[in-house]
């Protein structure tokens, strides 16, 4: 698997937030989200082609049962399953982070779904050529479903930064069944402490109103917009 980063950490996002986490982070995606966190991994993949078995070592040096993978989109990753089964047969605990685009039946416990609004495509303007892509793939409402219908558990997991994006996370959450509010986690957008803060409150009061969950950025918080973290 192309790689970028692989790193102990804790996990600042989601239902398993405050948990100690090993992050395999995959390198390439097929969206190209304008306010993209992970650019090395996206925008200009970085890393290199890494066996799984290189990967399952250096998981097993770290010693953590939780391991996180994302991205980039792990999901287009060819030995995506190879590594899942090496790592549920190793007993560990496996989090997709995937923006849900594509589908691949493979072994997991969480599926951090997260959709991806018109808040992330690139302006035809600056990005022309990558924007009438992103805006096609972004939405996959069929292979959205077929993850919530598989998943041990599931989230989905908005990234907001403005009030407007609710009617879009209403229209999206209308055409898909089987999950309750609970599971509609809403984390503002944000790589500092001070845009994270100025979204909080209008974000905490929907979520108050809706039933949804507020999801924070733990490690920014923690540690600011750093790789490796
Ligand atoms: N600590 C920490 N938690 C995370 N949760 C989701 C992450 C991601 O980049 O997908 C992430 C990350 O990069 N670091
Ligand atoms: S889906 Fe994730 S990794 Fe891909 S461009 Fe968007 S934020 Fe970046
Ligand atoms: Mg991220």
Redesign the pocket.
């Known amino acids: 698997m192309k790689l970028s980063e692989l790193f102990y950490s804790i996990q600042g996002e989601g239902k398993l937030v405050g948990v100690p986490s090993v992050f395999i982070r995959a390198s390439g ?1 097929n ?3 304008t306010w ?3 650019p090395y ?2 925008w200009n993949p970085e890393g290199d082609d890494v066996p799984v078995a290189e990967i399952m070592r250096q998981v097993a040096a770290i010693g953590a049962k939780h391991v996180v993978i994302t ?3 792990p999901m287009i990753m060819p030995d995506i399953e190879d590594l899942c089964v090496a790592l549920k047969s190793a007993g560990h605990h496996i989090t997709i982070e995937t ?1 849900a685009t594509v589908w691949k039946d493979v072994p997991h416990d969480l599926a951090s779904l997260s959709p ?1 609004l018109a808040n ?1 495509t690139p302006t035809e303007r600056e990005e022309g050529k990558y924007a009438a892509a992103h805006e096609r793939q972004r939405l996959n409402y069929s292979v959205i479903q077929r993850f919530i219908d598989s998943a041990p558990v599931f989230q989905l997991k908005f990234v907001v930064a403005g009030e407007a994006d609710l009617t879009e996370i209403e229209q999206i959450l209308a055409r898909l069944d089987d999950w309750t509010p609970a599971d509609v986690l809403l984390m503002p957008e944000g790589t500092d402490a001070a845009t994270l803060n100025s979204r909080t409150h209008w974000v905490s009061e929907v979520c108050k109103k809706r039933g949804y969950r507020f999801c924070p950025r733990l490690h920014v918080m923690m540690y600011g917009n750093r790789r490796g973290t």
């Open positions: 995606c969206l190209r989200c993209c966190d992970t991994a996206s991205g980039g989109e923006a991806k992330s």
